[in-house]
């Protein structure tokens, strides 16, 4: 049982180069989430969907955007990457709420040089 | 703002001993609280939560009390085990505003 599946687990971009973060969930959840954590700081939320076809900002939604291409797959856009934008990324699943038990992925590290 | 905190970054144990995890919020809209558990190179997992309606939920091995007067919640884990080691973080969500705050996070090392 996968559960939450996010690709690639590693990457190490330029700055100004653009790149998407993928998730893929097979738990049938409705809503999606895509999380940043930077040392020394919780997890922040970027931005969630709650149903195919919808997303919301989160605490810190510039310089990314989103999609949520069907029921199971939410990805996560950098256009103009920055070094500011390096952090762990972390997709999560839930059953329907943001506040119900989330199902995270094992995140991807991502580099800007 | 950080609007959850977890003012010790780190908390050793002996094995079979308690541990207590505290976390502080700010926010008083906040009003369901979860705590997850995280290993290294892994995504964090659901280990325990409660509403602001309740004031203690037990799971087994491990209690969550909530102090709303104080905005203050407590993980105890009883007893502790050396396969608990992991880095726990305290989220707060106000069910009505779409919002889920995370706390920085208690790394727990259960010695044998």
């Known amino acids: 049982n996968a559960g939450v599946t996010q690709t690639p687990k590693f990457q190490v971009l330029k700055t100004g180069q653009s790149m998407t973060l993928q998730c893929a969930q097979d738990?049938?959840?409705?809503?999606m989430y895509w999380y940043r954590q930077d040392p020394g700081m919780g997890l922040r939320l970027i931005y969630y969907?709650?149903?195919?076809?919808?997303?919301d900002k989160g605490e810190v939604p510039n310089g990314y955007n989103v999609s949520r291409l069907n029921k199971r797959e939410f990805s996560l856009r950098l256009e103009s990457a920055a070094p500011s934008q390096t952090s762990v990324y972390f997709c999560?699943?839930?059953?329907?709420?943001?506040?119900?038990?989330?199902?995270f992925g094992d995140g991807t590290r991502l580099s800007i040089l | 703002d950080q609007q959850v905190k977890q003012n010790s970054p780190s908390l050793s144990v002996q094995e079979g001993r308690i541990s207590i995890l505290n976390c502080d919020y700010t926010?008083?809209?906040?009003?369901?609280f979860l705590w997850y558990k995280k290993y290294p190179a892994e995504g964090p997992t659901f280990l325990i939560s409660?509403?602001?309606?309740?004031d203690k939920n037990e799971d087994g091995r491990f209690t969550v009390f909530l102090n709303k007067s104080a905005k203050h919640l407590s993980l105890h884990i009883v007893p502790s085990q050396p396969g608990d080691s992991a880095v726990y973080f305290c989220?707060?969500?106000?069910?009505?505003?779409?919002?889920?705050?995370f706390g920085a996070g208690t790394r727990l090392t259960v010695k044998p």
């Open positions: 999560a699943s839930s059953e329907h709420r943001l506040w119900q038990p989330q199902h």
């Open positions: 738990m049938n959840h409705n809503s």
């Open positions: 969907s709650a149903s195919e076809g919808t997303t």
């Open positions: 926010n008083s809209m906040f009003d369901y």
């Open positions: 409660i509403s602001s309606i309740k």
């Open positions: 989220a707060a969500s106000a069910v009505n505003n779409n919002d889920m705050r």
